[in-house]
């Protein structure tokens, strides 16, 4: 099994930052995707970013440009750098990592963007 623990999220005004970390930990062998998604109250959990080992990243087209997701391979860690935070944003964030055939996920680390 591998564990998920999320730290970052909290409060925070219109146009402010935020980093978000993921640390795996468990039984890894070797992680093909880590990721960030994301769930407001009443809407469907959607993807924010995610990035594979070799670096690649993806990102939703509403965060682009201020979003940047990093990862540390050594340390089994997932980042998301969030900038220029709208109330939009406002969520529940997960992490998301994928091993072969398996996906895990974070218990989530609430993100509140309001003046």
């Known amino acids: 099994q591998v564990q998920l623990v999320e730290s970052g999220g909290g409060l925070v005004q219109p146009g402010g930052s935020l980093r978000l970390s993921c640390a795996a930990s468990?039984?890894?062998?070797?992680?093909?995707?880590m990721g960030w998604y994301r769930q407001a109250p009443g809407k469907q959990r959607e993807l924010v970013a995610d990035?594979?080992?070799?670096?690649?990243?993806n990102y939703a087209d509403s965060v682009k440009g201020r979003f940047t997701i990093s990862r540390d391979n050594a340390k089994n860690t997932v980042y998301l750098q969030m900038n220029s935070l709208l109330p939009e944003d406002t969520a529940v964030y997960y992490c998301k990592v994928v091993v072969p055939f398996i996906t895990y996920w974070g218990q989530g680390t609430q993100v509140t963007v309001s003046s």
């Open positions: 990035i594979t080992r070799g670096g690649s990243t």
């Open positions: 468990g039984s890894i062998s070797s992680i093909v995707v």
